[in-house]
């Protein structure tokens, strides 16, 4: 029961340029979504958030859009950074409070 | 501010075992989740303890189980271990019981064999 999916393993991208990541749902009841960078041998780590009644928000170089309509997020990252290179996981939350992971992409940004 | 440990940070086991993981949560975060992480997918939620009670729990059978004591530190219990429950096992605190973002830690690798 995949409640949440990242359907890109991977994503490379060149230095500067944009980073897309998307993620889709399934579940109407997801009412908070968040996205989380994990590096190698460390836990996730929360990047950015969006409550069901935004649209978008903003932090730095990172803006995460919601179409609720179509169940997609997605993760921009603007400019890329090669510190940006990790695996994002895209999760989703309902009231009560069970938290759902998708399967994460590895994103590469190459100098 | 001491953010989330967990111990160990590997073990081995042979199925059928049982195995105890730690968690110290963050200082001042109430609340606890535990997640399987399997080799190429996302965590998947275990359960969440909020002030010592179980507060909601994932498609997981019985012999996963947990505890959190009155300083918010945790455990995750496993009995009769299967080759299946190899995996890294991550812990996340929350200052509350919403679903704000949670601090993880570490993780432990519990490899069975």
């Known amino acids: 029961d995949q409640q949440v999916k990242q359907n890109s393993p991977s994503l490379s991208v060149q230095e500067g340029r944009i980073s897309i990541l998307n993620c889709d749902y399934t579940n109407s009841m997801f009412d908070y979504f968040l996205w989380y960078k994990k590096y190698p041998a460390e836990g996730p780590t929360f990047l950015i958030s969006?409550?069901?009644?935004?649209d978008k928000n903003e932090d730095g170089r990172f803006t995460v859009f919601l179409n609720k309509s179509a169940k997609h997020l997605s993760l921009h990252i603007v400019p890329s950074q090669p510190g940006d290179s990790a695996v994002y996981f895209c999760a989703a939350s309902a009231a009560n409070n069970d938290m759902r992971f998708g399967a994460g992409t590895r994103l590469t940004v190459k100098p | 501010e001491t953010g989330v440990t967990q111990s160990p940070t590997h073990l081995i086991k042979t199925r059928g075992q049982q195995v105890t993981l730690r968690c110290s949560s963050q200082?001042?975060?109430?609340?606890v989740s535990w997640y399987q992480q399997a080799l190429g997918q996302g965590p998947q939620f275990i359960f969440q303890?909020?002030?010592?009670?179980?507060?909601g729990r994932g498609n997981f059978p019985p012999r996963f189980s947990g505890l959190q004591f009155p300083n918010y530190s945790s455990e995750l219990n496993v009995n009769a271990l299967e080759l299946d429950d190899s995996a890294l096992y991550l812990c996340a605190s929350s200052p509350r019981l919403a679903g704000d973002e949670q601090f993880f830690g570490p993780g432990t690798r519990l490899t069975v064999l």
């Open positions: 303890y909020y002030r010592e009670e179980e507060n």
């Open positions: 969006i409550s069901s009644i935004k």
């Open positions: 200082s001042g975060h109430n609340t």
